[in-house]
């Protein structure tokens, strides 16, 4: 693990830009050609998925033991920027395998469940899924209803969850699912793991939705599922620490899905107001153009250091949370004003699905949802900042 | 048996991200150096042959001083050790005198299987190769697009496209031989080839040749000024338009 001191925090090592050129290489040359046509067509590339998993990416921050490549949360925040400043559907694929699939396996898991189900996922030979969200509520983690009861030695899983990422695809082999499981006269959430194949795990067909087309989102249902006592993650009735714990990781991973993607769209509308004419001149000549490029160069920059400091910080071993939400909540917010103003600097064109710009316009709104709503952050910065219980 | 290869392969500047200055016509240089695209596919095979059969791969490379980028590249796909022979401005060498450097340098190293790119992306003279295997008395197969290793021998079967054909060819080792595409696909190194790239061995030797003087001049590249011409025939009912076209390519006796 690279330790940072206080001035290489703003500048990478030689590793970490290493890992970036090779997956940028990578990003370029396998990804970009082929990120509009799966798009169109919603298609998951587990082809593309699995050579990213080959090269190392889904094991870059887990400890070498268990598969991983312990080269630190930076270093892994920098692959995901790199993914998505091509093509967020990839990005979020490699993002959500990481940090809440096999982060809260690191973080919970026995011997034998790391063995089982953490090292494959950090060689990238197979995706696991976190399931928390329900069709009633995201945010409000609590107020979930699926339910897991005792029978025969078994815990029997019933319910619905929705919005899963990365669960029924043909890489996918499990999903951690939060239920809650009677105890004590109380009804606390636990975590389980189910593998995919188990009878009464039923993920559903793919959700139509209006960006990441690429990736796979699907609600799960689960019917008289049954498990064994080891499918229990963490402490029985701390399901919600289970999940919890590693949304902070999650949310650095979202903000450097942010970055990438605002880099991204900087860069399209860059070259456009380069090339593009218009009253005789380039319209980046115009004020009006190069203010907005300038204006969020500025921003995609500090963006971009909120989300390394916060990683810095998770490398460190050192509390994150607020500088995790923070990161988040402000670099999902440039990505979406970046999204906007690349397609409005593209005019007519940026309407046209024939380049990258809506997509990129239809990839960003989710940033500000998915892994804490821009307003629930808010709540946990106030909250750390001792606003409010 | 094992079989001990060595790779030359020259840096140069990203082709891909080369621009013209509208002004000057000059080529600007952007982005960054890479492994000449011929030079990746004699890394690869090099390492597959090693995958294969075992053996040492060792990478060498003529540059500037701390020009190592390319050999780290190599180190990352799988090569086991770097050389870089260092002169001080590697451009004013022709492709004699860096044969002659590498030559040298290879005279000291023992190997089976010496393997170039066919050309570079750069200058595309395609001379390298041919003058080192020349310089070491080696036999040359030039263009390989097919390498085999017969069973338990320093015996290799190669192919290589000729214009009107195929070309079976039967070697013993050692033998120089150079790389063209559908050789192989180049691996991308791992992100833990990449880690692992640093803890191998570069050694850099001062070339120990003293280069001689210019035999070519070289005159400064300019693109040349592209001409647009044509017609368009615009706002005017398709029917007259048809018209117009087919009575401008009568004028001009294509039809
Ligand atoms: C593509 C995609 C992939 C996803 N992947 C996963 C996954 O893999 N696993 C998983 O578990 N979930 C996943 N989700 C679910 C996602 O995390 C939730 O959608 C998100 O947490 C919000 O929950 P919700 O949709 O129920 O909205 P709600 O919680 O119902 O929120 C609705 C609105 O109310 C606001 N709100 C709620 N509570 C408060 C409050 N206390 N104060 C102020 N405002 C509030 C919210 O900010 C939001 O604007 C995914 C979602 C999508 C769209």
Redesign the interface.
């Known amino acids: 693990m690279s330790t940072m001191t206080s001035c290489q925090m703003f500048e990478l090592t030689?590793?970490q830009r290493?890992?970036r050129?090779?997956?940028r290489?990578?990003a370029e040359s396998e990804i970009a050609p082929h990120a509009g046509e799966w798009d169109e067509t919603h298609h998951f590339p587990a082809d593309v998925v699995r050579q990213l998993g080959?090269?190392?990416?889904m094991?870059?921050a887990f400890p070498e033991e268990y598969g991983g490549?312990g080269?630190g949360a930076v270093a892994m925040a920098v692959v995901v920027e790199e993914l998505a400043r091509i093509d967020s559907s990839i990005a979020v694929t490699v993002g959500a395998n990481v940090s809440i699939a096999g982060e809260p396996v690191l973080l919970f898991g026995t011997e034998e469940q790391k063995q089982r189900w953490l090292v494959p996922l950090a060689r990238g030979e197979h995706l696991g899924a976190f399931a928390s969200t329900e069709p009633g509520g995201g945010s409000d983690v609590r107020a979930s209803t699926t339910s897991a009861r005792r029978e025969d030695g078994c815990w029997v899983i019933n319910g619905t969850k929705a919005f899963i990422t990365n669960a029924g695809n043909e890489l996918s082999a499990f999903v951690i699912v939060t239920a809650r499981t009677p105890i004590d006269g109380g009804a606390p959430l636990s975590a389980f793991i189910v593998p995919n194949g188990t009878l009464g795990y039923e993920p559903q067909k793919p959700y139509r939705k209006l960006g990441w087309h690429a990736s796979d989102t699907r609600e799960l249902v689960f019917n008289d599922c049954r498990v064994p006592d080891e499918a229990l993650l963490g402490p029985l009735g701390k399901g919600a620490r289970v999940f919890l714990t590693p949304l902070d990781g999650g949310r650095i991973g979202v903000a450097a899905m942010s970055v990438g993607l605002a880099q991204g769209a900087l860069e399209q509308a860059t070259a456009y107001a380069k090339e593009r004419t218009a009253f005789g001149a380039p319209i980046a000549r115009q004020q009006a153009i190069h203010f907005k490029l300038a204006d969020l160069k500025t921003q995609i920059e500090a963006a971009r250091l909120l989300t390394y400091r916060a990683a810095a910080l998770k490398e460190a071993g050192k509390p994150f949370t607020e500088e995790a939400a923070a990161a988040k909540l402000f670099a999902s917010e440039v990505a979406v004003r970046a999204a906007e103003e690349n397609l409005q600097i593209h005019g007519g064109f940026g309407y046209i699905e024939e380049s990258a710009v809506p997509r990129f316009y239809r990839d960003a709104k989710i940033l500000t949802i998915g892994e804490g709503t821009s307003e629930i952050l808010r709540y946990v910065i106030a909250r750390q900042m001792g606003l409010t219980e | 048996m094992a079989l001990n290869s060595v790779v030359l392969v020259k840096q140069v500047p990203d082709m891909n991200a080369v621009k013209i200055d509208r002004a000057s016509g000059k080529p600007v240089m952007g982005g960054q150096n890479v492994v000449s695209s011929y030079d990746a596919y004699a890394i690869e095979e090099a390492i597959k042959l090693k995958e294969a059969h075992g053996g040492e791969v060792t990478v060498i490379s003529l540059g500037a001083p701390g020009a190592k980028d390319v050999i780290t590249r190599a180190l990352a796909m799988g090569a086991d050790r770097g050389v870089l022979v260092t002169v001080p401005d590697p451009n004013a060498l022709d492709t004699l005198a860096v044969a002659q450097v590498l030559a040298k340098q290879l005279q000291a190293m023992t190997f089976d299987l010496l393997l170039a790119g066919q050309g570079s992306d750069d200058y595309e003279d395609n001379h390298v190769g041919p003058q080192v295997a020349e310089l070491l008395g080696l036999p040359l197969v030039s263009n390989v697009n097919s390498v085999e290793v017969a069973e338990g021998g320093h015996h290799l079967t190669l192919q290589r496209d000729t214009e009107d054909g195929r070309q079976i060819l039967e070697v013993d080792t050692p033998v120089l031989l150079t790389a063209i595409s559908g050789l192989n696909e180049p691996r991308y190194p791992s992100l833990k080839g990449i880690m692992g790239a640093k803890k191998k061995p570069i050694e850099q030797v001062a070339a120990d040749v003293e280069p001689a003087a210019d035999r070519i001049t070289w005159s400064d590249p300019v693109a040349p000024e592209r001409t647009v011409t044509g017609t368009i025939v615009q706002g005017v009912p398709a029917a007259d338009a048809a018209k117009q076209l087919v009575g401008w390519l009568k004028e001009q006796k294509l039809i």
Do not use: H, N, P
Not at chain 1, 54 to 57: D, I, K, P, T
């Open positions: 030689d590793d290493a890992l050129d090779t997956i290489e990578f080959e090269l190392g990416a094991g870059v490549l080269a």
